[in-house]
């Protein structure tokens, strides 16, 4: 074992914690508001929630097992964790990346003049899609179950090597690292084009314009994230595909490189929360409602029994300025 592996191994134990302590709580707050009133009634929120959902789901696994092994301890290397590990560590990043896809196409949609297209941008399409797009990813990675296997001989996790595989590895690299990048770019920037040619026409009606300016931060927020989601994802994918198909390149050194480029990767599942505040107006305001909200249930109760005071008080005088006010009106004298 390289020094360098043991030196990230190490880091390993005090990173992990961090790392899975800002994915939950970033998403559980994600969730949170997306369920607003204010936004769950767009069909892209539904996209963003199932990506949250898996972002938790990958991280509660791959957390604790980059923390284990600092102590050396893999369940990778047993006779059924050889099977199970390397799926559900790539089903989850599969399904999130499933879901930014449909979110962009999703967008492309809603901004379109088309009706048929504008018409397909549906809560009940959303809900459809997103189900469809977890269950055909979920079948899709199952060959990970066949790829690898236990070898008692030298009491380590194998992979197999033969033209079928490299096959089915090659279409995994290709979707994830090539084909589904590239179809967000097209997508994200037909958006833009939309979003352009709809602002230089003027909106009657303030109820559509509120939801159309809802509709632009939501794109707004999935180009941003999509755009960081590449920068973070694909270092690990170069180093994924020399291994794939080079076994020379699994040496310790790349091994060290591949769990450094793990933790970055990581960081895609809990920055999108910092990308939503940054480039949503929309998102900001239930964000701060939630503060706001969370604070008043924490008031203590002495503090909260004046407060309540106060007002009681406050619509008495108000109550009775409104009777006197009415008297003079009517002739009375007080």
Not at 94 to 115: G, P
Not at 142 to 148: F, G, V
């Amino acid at each position: 074992m390289s020094k360098l592996l043991e030196q990230v191994l190490y880091a390993n134990i005090y990173l992990q914690p961090i790392q899975f302590f800002l994915v939950i709580t970033t998403n559980i707050i994600n969730i949170r508001i997306l369920c607003s009133r204010a936004l769950r009634s767009s069909p892209c929120t539904y996209y963003f929630l199932a990506y949250a959902i898996f972002s938790i789901n990958y991280n509660a696994l791959v957390c604790p097992t980059q923390f284990l092994r600092g102590f050396y301890i893999d369940w990778a290397n047993t006779l059924v964790g050889c099977k199970m590990h390397f799926y559900f560590i790539f089903v989850a990043p599969v399904q999130a990346k499933v879901m930014l896809l449909l979110a962009s196409f999703d967008r492309y949609c809603s901004s379109s003049q088309s009706r048929q297209l504008h018409s397909r941008s549906t809560i009940r399409t959303a809900r459809l899609c997103v189900v469809i797009g977890s269950i055909i990813s979920a079948i899709y990675m199952l060959p990970m179950l066949l790829i690898y296997n236990w070898d008692e001989t030298s009491k380590k996790c194998l992979r197999h090597s033969d033209t079928l595989i490299h096959m089915y590895t090659l279409s995994q690299i290709v979707f994830y690292y090539i084909l589904a990048p590239i179809l967000m770019l097209i997508f994200g920037l037909l958006t833009i084009y939309n979003i352009r040619r709809q602002s230089t026409r003027a909106l009657r009606l303030s109820r559509y314009m509120r939801g159309r300016r809802t509709e632009g931060q939501l794109a707004r927020m999935l180009i941003l994230q999509v755009s960081v989601h590449l920068i973070l994802v694909l270092p690990f994918g170069i180093t994924y595909s020399m291994n794939a198909f080079d076994p020379s390149t699994r040496t310790p050194h790349i091994l060290a490189v591949r769990y450094i480029l793990v933790m970055w990767q990581q960081c895609d599942y809990f920055v999108s929360f910092f990308l939503y505040i940054l480039s949503g107006n929309v998102y900001r305001q239930e964000f701060i409602r939630l503060l706001k909200s969370t604070r008043w249930h924490h008031t203590p109760p002495m503090q909260s029994f004046i407060h309540q005071r106060i007002i009681a008080k406050d619509e008495i005088s108000l109550v009775k300025t409104n009777i006197v006010s009415s008297m003079k009106m009517n002739g009375v004298s007080v």
